[in-house]
């Protein structure tokens, strides 16, 4: 079984996140990077159906020179090499973009399964698994909180809007994960001082025969014409609670006519 | 007249309520021309009347039930294609936003995801503001390539009721094998509970990790108010709660005309999930608790006594 799982390196969400001013992209410099949070669920699963059986996991990420900090993450957890596509161009690629070199990429690679996190946690689109499999003509299983791979069989559990849904396909799928699945594993020191020797490949555009016109902040199919920092939210009134506590709550939601 | 294709999001025939909001928010872009596709047509075509669609095309083939996502956006796209919309709407449901990916790959357009509103903007194009980043910023955008593809939060709009005359057109769309490679081979419809669902709610009461797992408080409270009921990811991780309710970033985001967060901290994560709504009220032990930032009314204390006494209180008020 082989398995390429897609990451993203993301501005840490817990940072204070900001945009660009001069052209309206996500500030990738001003702010600490790092393996995307759902994506670690991704590599997780990955490993996992990789230890079960005779798996092998590649890394793959498309993304500025830091993106090699998200890769050498999921291969200090395990994956045995890594692909890292990068070029100048691809600044300001939107998800149609993105995932046009992500498609590209996996067609270059062996695979049985393409895995892929929910979201990010910085775009949280959530389109890319699903263009994925648009582009690559292959099953789309997305959006799992559980997952099992039986020989070419991959089963999700679907957790939709009113329904919970078991979906199945043969390999090979798309297949993405949300943060039901179990929680990724920390590197071990033996991982960490083993990725150090672990390959990783460095693509840019012109090795995947798409041209630069096709991505990049000129080819995006939308426009940002403005971002503006939401005013934060005024503190209100804070009481302590001296036994009337609910009564001053209902009190206040009637002045607001919730009650 | 310019056409605006909206989804309609159903189950068997039964609209959701976000389908109206996508017909309201069509109508000042153009003329919203619905899309039904499955079973159940009959059944939906005087509601999307009522909500001023004009033509309701009507497609009905077993693979839409049959397989993930993927045979719903080739029907779509060959909609496109052949009545050339101004725009397509389509509600940020699970499979929604994954029906406009494929959907915009196809007919290589544009696609703009999670709108919290949608505008003509000085072209008459839709242009749409979107909450970004833990709800810290806000992004104003449109599609500059192909049919503009939208897809909306609920909530976005107050669903606001107009005539149309709903002509039903039938499709014949016709469903490659390609489409037909993730079987969906078991359903299980979510119970009801009684309550508003979660994101269309009004009001939402949520609890956290000062429940100590006892939600018995947050639902009286909740029904007292006509609320639904919601939970942080600490709570369902614990397995007190499910997870469909959870709100957050990898939850449902919410944006309520009030917001009760009793017992929960206010981590970035849930306040992703909720910073946008009208009112915050917040009840916690902690008065450092990080949700108090961001409140317009909060109490400091046990929310297993300051929650019963609320909803005694608001039932004395109802008489």
Same mark, same amino acid.
């Given at each position: 079984?082989?398995?390429?799982?897609?990451?993203?390196?993301?501005?840490?969400?817990?940072?204070?996140?900001?945009?660009?001013?001069?052209?309206?992209?996500?500030?990738?410099?001003?702010?600490?990077?790092?393996?995307?949070?759902?994506?670690?669920?991704?590599?997780?699963?990955?490993?996992?159906?990789?230890?079960?059986?005779?798996?092998?996991?590649?890394?793959?990420?498309?993304?500025?020179?830091?993106?090699?900090?998200?890769?050498?993450?999921?291969?200090?957890?395990?994956?045995?090499?890594?692909?890292?596509?990068?070029?100048?161009?691809?600044?300001?690629?939107?998800?149609?973009?993105?995932?046009?070199?992500?498609?590209?990429?996996?067609?270059?690679?062996?695979?049985?399964?393409?895995?892929? *996190?929910?979201?990010?946690?910085?775009?949280?689109?959530?389109?890319?698994?699903?263009?994925?499999?648009?582009?690559?003509?292959?099953?789309?299983?997305?959006? *799992?909180?559980?997952?099992?791979?039986?020989?070419?069989?991959?089963?999700?559990?679907?957790?939709?809007?009113?329904?919970?849904?078991?979906?199945?396909?043969?390999?090979?799928?798309?297949?993405?994960?949300?943060?039901?699945?179990?929680?990724?594993?920390?590197?071990?020191?033996? *991982?960490?001082?083993?990725?150090?020797?672990?390959?990783?490949?460095?693509?840019?555009?012109?090795?995947?025969?798409?041209?630069?016109?096709?991505?990049?902040?000129?080819?995006?199919?939308?426009?940002?014409?403005?971002?503006?920092?939401?005013?934060?939210?005024?503190?209100?009134?804070?009481?302590?609670?001296?036994?009337? *506590?609910?009564?001053?709550?209902?009190?206040?939601?009637?002045?607001?006519?919730?009650? | 007249?310019?056409?605006?294709?909206?989804?309609?999001?159903?189950?068997?025939?039964?609209?959701?309520?976000?389908?109206?909001?996508?017909?309201?928010?069509?109508?000042?872009?153009?003329?919203?021309?619905?899309?039904?596709?499955?079973?159940?047509?009959?059944?939906?075509?005087?509601?999307?009347?009522?909500?001023?669609?004009?033509?309701?095309?009507?497609?009905?083939?077993?693979?839409?039930?049959?397989?993930?996502?993927?045979?719903?956006?080739?029907?779509?796209?060959?909609?496109?294609?052949?009545?050339?919309?101004?725009?397509?709407?389509?509600?940020?449901?699970?499979?929604?936003?994954?029906?406009?990916?494929?959907?915009?790959?196809?007919?290589?357009?544009?696609?703009?995801?999670?709108?919290?509103?949608?505008?003509?903007?000085?072209?008459?194009?839709?242009?749409?503001?979107?909450?970004?980043?833990?709800?810290?910023?806000?992004?104003?955008?449109?599609?500059?390539?192909?049919?503009?593809?939208?897809?909306?939060?609920?909530?976005?709009?107050?669903?606001?009721?107009?005539?149309?005359?709903?002509?039903?057109?039938?499709?014949?769309?016709?469903?490659?094998?390609?489409?037909?490679?993730?079987?969906?081979? %078991?359903?299980?419809?979510?119970?009801?509970?009684?309550?508003?669902?979660?994101?269309?709610?009004?009001?939402?009461?949520?609890?956290?990790?000062?429940?100590?797992?006892?939600?018995?408080?947050? %639902?009286?409270?909740?029904?007292?108010?006509?609320?639904?009921?919601?939970?942080?990811?600490?709570?369902?991780?614990?397995?007190?709660?499910?997870?469909?309710?959870?709100?957050?970033?990898?939850?449902?985001?919410?944006?309520?005309?009030?917001?009760?967060?009793?017992?929960?901290?206010?981590?970035?994560?849930?306040?992703?999930?909720?910073?946008?709504?009208?009112?915050?009220?917040?009840?916690?032990?902690? %008065?450092?608790?990080?949700?108090?930032?961001?409140?317009?009314?909060?109490?400091?204390?046990?929310?297993?006594?300051?929650?019963?006494?609320?909803?005694? %209180?608001?039932?004395?008020?109802?008489?």
């Amino acid at each position: 079984m082989k398995i390429v799982v897609c990451v993203k390196h993301v501005p840490d969400a817990a940072a204070d996140r900001t945009f660009d001013d001069s052209d309206h992209t996500v500030d990738r410099t001003g702010v600490d990077g790092l393996l995307s949070e759902l994506d670690e669920y991704a590599v997780e699963q990955a490993l996992t159906i990789a230890e079960a059986g005779d798996g092998e996991v590649t890394v793959l990420s498309v993304g500025p020179e830091q993106a090699s900090d998200a890769i050498r993450k999921a291969l200090q957890m395990g994956a045995v090499k890594g692909v890292h596509v990068s070029d100048d161009a691809i600044h300001g690629s939107d998800a149609i973009a993105t995932s046009l070199v992500l498609a590209k990429a996996i067609e270059k690679l062996d695979y049985d399964i393409v895995l892929c *996190g929910m979201a990010s946690t910085d775009g949280e689109m959530g389109v890319v698994p699903a263009m994925l499999a648009e582009r690559l003509g292959i099953a789309q299983v997305t959006l *799992g909180s559980e997952l099992a791979v039986e020989g070419s069989t991959v089963r999700i559990r679907r957790d939709g809007d009113v329904s919970t849904e078991t979906v199945e396909a043969s390999t090979p799928a798309v297949v993405s994960v949300t943060d039901q699945t179990p929680e990724a594993r920390y590197p071990s020191f033996k *991982g960490i001082m083993a990725a150090k020797k672990k390959p990783v490949e460095t693509w840019a555009l012109a090795d995947l025969d798409v041209a630069p016109d096709h991505v990049g902040l000129s080819a995006a199919s939308s426009a940002v014409s403005a971002t503006q920092v939401r005013p934060p939210r005024t503190k209100g009134e804070i009481v302590t609670d001296e036994g009337d *506590g609910g009564v001053k709550l209902v009190e206040y939601l009637a002045t607001q006519k919730f009650v | 007249m310019t056409e605006i294709l909206v989804l309609v999001d159903h189950v068997d025939g039964a609209v959701r309520k976000p389908t109206f909001e996508l017909l309201t928010l069509a109508r000042r872009l153009g003329e919203p021309s619905a899309v039904f596709l499955g079973s159940g047509s009959e059944q939906a075509k005087d509601s999307l009347a009522a909500y001023g669609a004009e033509k309701v095309y009507v497609a009905d083939d077993p693979a839409f039930g049959d397989y993930l996502v993927a045979p719903k956006a080739e029907a779509l796209a060959q909609l496109v294609e052949s009545a050339s919309p101004a725009a397509v709407l389509i509600a940020s449901s699970t499979d929604g936003k994954e029906i406009a990916g494929r959907l915009a790959i196809k007919v290589e357009s544009g696609l703009i995801t999670d709108a919290v509103d949608v505008v003509a903007g000085p072209d008459g194009a839709p242009q749409t503001t979107q909450s970004v980043f833990a709800g810290n910023h806000t992004v104003t955008a449109s599609v500059t390539k192909g049919t503009p593809i939208i897809t909306v939060k609920a909530n976005a709009v107050s669903p606001g009721e107009a005539t149309g005359a709903a002509s039903v057109e039938a499709l014949t769309v016709s469903i490659s094998d390609a489409a037909k490679t993730a079987r969906v081979v %078991e359903r299980r419809e979510r119970q009801a509970t009684g309550r508003p669902e979660l994101t269309e709610a009004a009001i939402v009461v949520s609890g956290g990790r000062g429940t100590g797992g006892d939600f018995g408080p947050i %639902e009286a409270l909740a029904d007292a108010l006509g609320a639904a009921v919601g939970a942080s990811r600490a709570v369902v991780d614990s397995g007190w709660y499910p997870h469909s309710y959870q709100v957050g970033q990898t939850g449902k985001t919410v944006s309520p005309q009030l917001y009760l967060a009793a017992g929960i901290s206010g981590a970035i994560q849930h306040r992703a999930g909720m910073q946008t709504s009208k009112t915050i009220v917040a009840v916690n032990k902690d %008065e450092e608790a990080p949700i108090f930032e961001l409140v317009d009314f909060g109490v400091v204390g046990d929310l297993h006594k300051v929650l019963p006494q609320a909803t005694d %209180e608001v039932n004395k008020r109802k008489g």
